[in-house]
């Protein structure tokens, strides 16, 4: 079954720590997205990328790092830097970057808190 | 500066009956459109999508109609059922540079009574 999987499904985060949510796809798609979803509020996007090696910065990247060493894999780093981690934290992926119209398929997402 | 907005955040409709859901947008750049559909705590699910193109776009119960002079597009369910019940987002995106990327509303939560 062909998927995208987000873990984990929950983390607590202490002050001043580093975290790092997992995103692993096997739909063989180019391009992968993390979102970031608060109470009432849409999917804003953090980071992207298109191809491996490479990614650009969303709306809102802030205190948030990526990377894209493997097709299948796009891991999300929330820095101490992010002042205001929590969040409901969502992956995606799509089968190419380059067009408009692919739709993106989501993980079940993450949900990331402050103790 | 929100490009893509649903201003309703609820909607409630009976069973049976027609669920119409609207989004609005700012951004003349913007060549398609997708629906996406989300139950609490899971990821969205892609349901229906229009080209710039087209003013229609049918799937089973589901239509979506964009009125780009407008820049307005609605999604349409009928008829609506219990298993509707779920957040609903709008989202668009363009081609060029920016190709892949898309922006969503906030969304609009849907409560299909029995």
């Known amino acids: 079954d062909g998927g995208i999987t987000q873990s984990p499904k929950y983390l607590f985060r202490k002050e001043g720590q580093n975290v790092t949510l997992s995103c692993e796809q096997n739909?063989?798609?180019?391009?992968m997205y993390w979102y970031r979803q608060d109470p009432g509020q849409g999917l804003r996007l953090i980071y992207y990328s298109q191809i491996v090696n490479d990614f650009q910065k969303g709306d809102i990247a802030e205190g948030y790092s990526v990377s894209r060493e493997k097709k299948e894999s796009f891991p999300l780093t929330v820095t101490s830097a992010q002042k205001n981690p929590t969040a409901f934290y969502l992956c995606?992926?799509?089968?190419?970057?380059?067009?408009?119209?692919?739709?993106?398929?989501f993980g079940d997402g993450t949900r990331l808190s402050i103790l | 500066d929100q490009q893509v907005k649903q201003n309703s955040p609820s909607l409630s409709v009976q069973e049976g009956r027609i669920s119409i859901l609207n989004c609005d947008y700012t951004n003349s750049m913007f060549d398609y459109f997708l629906w996406y559909k989300k139950y609490p705590a899971e990821g969205p699910t892609f349901l229906i999508s229009?080209?710039?193109?087209?003013d229609k776009n049918e799937d089973g119960r589901f239509t979506v109609f964009l009125n780009k002079s407008a820049k307005h597009l609605s999604l349409h369910i009928v008829p609506s059922q219990p298993g509707d019940s779920a957040v609903y987002f709008c989202a668009a995106s363009q081609g060029g540079t920016n190709a892949g990327k898309s922006t969503f509303g906030d969304g609009t939560t849907l409560t299909v009574k029995p």
């Open positions: 739909l063989n798609h180019d391009a």
């Open positions: 995606a992926s799509s089968r190419t970057g380059t067009r408009s119209n692919q739709p993106q398929h």
């Open positions: 229009i080209s710039s193109i087209k």
